[in-house]
């Protein structure tokens, strides 16, 4: 039996009606708006081209920004961890994530209307979301979606070249395409790979990276806006943010992480009545008693070392400001 939250989408989707949803790791806090409810809320968002507040005019000057991880050691436990399940075939594939302490005077406001990403959110007092990966789109009828898996940074001499030749890299994409196109077999017909791992460039404020994504489409049955809550359910948590096989990973991932996600690595997106838009939500700075955090992570594989995926998560800590 699905959640309250998804309920209500289904009954929003046969309506017709538009909303804003956005989606805890653990599909227990699903949050859904109206535009209006949205706005009394105080919620801000971009999903792409739509967006609900004006661009305020303001200067861009300097500002500091310092990542403060958790040590090397305490990164290894859960690597370690990680790999004991990986090597004794309890996952292929397992999306380890940290939360890192951030030292900055701006505010969350601030680095939302300072961001550029495909999608944005602002829940007042609470996290900001800049994020780059899209979770699933559906136009017309037909579903897509484009996993991100791979990350190298653009300065290094042949990036490119060296992140799609990467043997690690390679099988961890291949491992996300295939259970994102297992997980879209559930709710849609003639499921395929259209493009396999294309580089996409993202500034941030230290420097540029590279990401390798994928584009998968299938093809939803006619009645799908009455059961828009019933596809996501289904679908999530994102394979991307998780691991195969997702259940069981899942299991390892709250063994191995030594804190609690909420709503980072969950979606949120917008429904305008037929199409649907969605991101999935990483990079993500969350507000706590004792400062703001930044939740990060990458993909552990059989073939991981522990220096790289530490540096990885350091790395995806970062505003991505021009």
């Known amino acids: 039996m699905i959640p309250a939250g998804f309920e209500q989408m289904n009954e929003l989707g046969a309506g017709a009606q538009p909303f804003l949803f956005v989606i805890d790791f653990d599909l227990q806090k699903p949050l859904i708006y109206t535009p209006q409810e949205a706005v009394e809320a105080g919620i801000l968002y971009q999903i792409h081209h739509r967006k609900n507040y004006i661009q305020p005019i303001a200067a861009k000057g300097g500002f500091t920004f310092q990542k403060i991880p958790i040590g090397r050691e305490e990164y290894q436990r859960s690597f370690d961890l990680v790999m004991r399940h990986l090597q004794s075939g ?141 596809i996501l359910f289904r679908l999530l948590p994102a394979g991307s943010v998780t691991g195969a096989p997702k259940m069981r990973t899942v299991e390892i991932i709250r063994e191995a992480e030594t804190y609690h996600r909420g709503y980072y690595t969950g979606v949120m997106g917008y429904f305008d009545g037929l199409n649907l838009d969605s991101g999935v939500m990483i990079r993500f700075i969350e507000e706590m008693p004792d400062g703001k955090v930044f939740k990060s992570g990458g993909g552990i594989t059989s073939l991981s070392n522990t220096d790289d995926e530490y540096r990885e998560m350091i790395d995806k800590v970062y505003v991505p400001f021009t």
């Open 90 to 230: 309890n996952s292929y594939l397992v999306n380890l994530t940290c939360s890192t302490n951030i030292e900055t005077e701006l505010s969350l406001e601030e680095i939302f209307f300072r961001s550029n990403a495909r999608y944005k959110l602002l829940k007042p007092n609470d996290f900001v979301v800049f994020s780059p990966e899209i979770f699933i789109q559906i136009t017309a009828g037909v579903i897509s979606s484009y996993p991100m898996k791979g990350t190298i940074d653009a300065s290094l001499a042949d990036a490119e070249a060296i992140l799609l030749g990467n043997p690690k890299e390679l099988a961890e994409h291949h491992t996300i395409v295939d259970l994102i196109r297992n997980d879209l077999n559930m709710v849609a017909r003639e499921v395929r790979v259209e493009r396999f791992r294309y580089i996409e460039e993202i500034q941030t404020n230290f420097t540029k990276l590279l990401q390798a994504s994928s584009m998968i489409n299938g093809i939803l049955p006619p009645d799908y806006p009455g059961h828009i809550g019933d």
